[in-house]
């Protein structure tokens, strides 16, 4: 049974503010050893009513959003180290109460923090597609309001009215750098997202309208404050879909050792996937990706992946000094920046449990031979023997 932490308070979603210090006498994380943090409850919670929670601290703030009885995390957002102000969007759910736990990005992170709830209002489409194909040409400026989920960024939704059921493919390009997402319009939860860290390269999605959803093209940049005109076109989509059908490695392992890893991925859609895309498999502690995960390998992928085929990718990866010891995961990842656009990238990954030993081999030195006599500064042969204790 997994022990709750306690909490240090309440958090109200209606204009709360807590002030609030990460210090030794805090709790430290189980799985991050050396991470201080606070929990909170959140309250005043409205079932798909997005809120809006602004944190700041003297250290490098992290935050997560937990569901309170079982320690699920939902959300995870990494803070400034500016000193200025972090704005994360959250939708809760009905049913579930969450907490809010703040942490540094670094460990040993102490000091002040500072967190505090706004209103969320989501901007108005600024116009619509309701064809395909079909384009929509607008402008990012500094008149167009904030993106609800990356503050400082300006955006533009648009409305997507698309046959139900029929995979579309959007490309957004533009004279700034482009990113474009699929956002819900009731919950304004993001369902996928693809920018482009280059002007003339297209940010594309391929996406399959459901009934009863309705969807928005969330237009924004990869940079802060940037402005520049944009199009954003829908063609028929062609259905690709990779899934991680199955993965291979070592369950148990030392700090420092070197893995071997095998990961299979198969097109689950009906038409063949050409371009390139980057297979990755991560480091973890818990079965979560997020950006605090270490990086073990990467395998790119140039080839066409017709549909109903398969490639096995096989690369090493090596346990760092730091690595955490105990239980940790492997998450393999296809097409892990999403480069390659499919009907659905919520099946892209696989994890695996790996435990880790800390203490790796216990190694003894014998047979240690030496000259007799030495002048100083001179050359001499040194030898010994190295074995494995059991």
Do not use: C
Request: aromatic share 8%.
């Amino acid at each position: 049974m997994a022990i709750i932490p306690a909490v240090v308070g309440q958090l109200t979603a209606l204009n709360g503010a807590v002030d609030g210090v990460l210090d030794r006498a805090d709790s430290f994380a189980a799985a991050l050893y050396s991470y201080a943090y606070d929990d909170y409850v959140l309250t005043d919670l409205a079932a798909d009513v997005p809120i809006r929670i602004s944190f700041e601290a003297e250290f490098e703030p992290y935050l997560e959003i937990f569901a309170a009885d079982t320690l699920e995390r939902l959300h995870w957002q990494r803070g400034s180290f500016s000193h200025s102000p972090t704005l994360f969007t959250f939708v809760p759910r009905a049913g579930r109460n969450v907490r809010l736990r703040i942490s540094g990005w670094s460990q040993h992170d102490l000091g002040a923090y500072f967190l505090r709830t706004l209103p969320s209002t989501p901007p108005l489409p600024s116009g619509s597609i309701a064809a395909v194909p079909g384009s929509w040409s607008g402008a990012l400026d500094d008149a167009d309001a904030e993106n609800p989920l990356l503050p400082g960024f300006y955006s533009e939704d648009i409305l997507l009215d698309l046959p139900v059921g029929s995979p579309t493919q959007l490309s957004l390009e533009a004279d700034f750098y482009p990113h474009l997402q699929i956002v819900n319009s009731d919950t304004q939860e993001v369902l996928a997202s693809d920018a482009h860290p280059s002007i003339g390269a297209n940010a594309q999605l391929t996406v399959t309208p459901e009934a009863g959803v309705k969807l928005l093209a969330r237009v924004t940049s990869t940079y802060l404050s940037t402005t520049g005109s944009y199009t954003l076109t829908a063609v028929p989509g062609k259905e690709v879909d990779l899934i991680i059908r199955a993965a291979t490695a070592p369950v148990n392992a030392t700090v420092g050792q070197r893995l071997t890893l095998s990961w299979t991925v198969f097109n689950a859609g009906a038409h063949t996937a050409a371009g390139s895309w980057e297979d990755r498999v991560y480091l973890s502690t818990d079965p979560l990706f997020d950006g605090r995960d270490l990086e073990l390998s990467m395998a790119a992928s140039g080839e066409l992946l017709h549909s109903g085929s398969s490639y096995t990718a096989t690369a090493t990866g090596s346990l760092l000094a730091t690595g955490q010891a105990g239980r940790n995961y492997l998450i393999f990842r296809a097409n892990s920046t999403s480069s390659l656009a499919e009907t659905n990238l919520a099946n892209n990954e696989l994890v695996l449990p790996i435990d880790i030993d800390p203490a790796g081999p216990d190694l003894e030195a014998t047979a240690l031979m030496t000259p007799g006599a030495a002048g100083l500064g001179a050359s001499f042969d040194l030898s010994y023997r190295v074995s494995t204790l059991a």
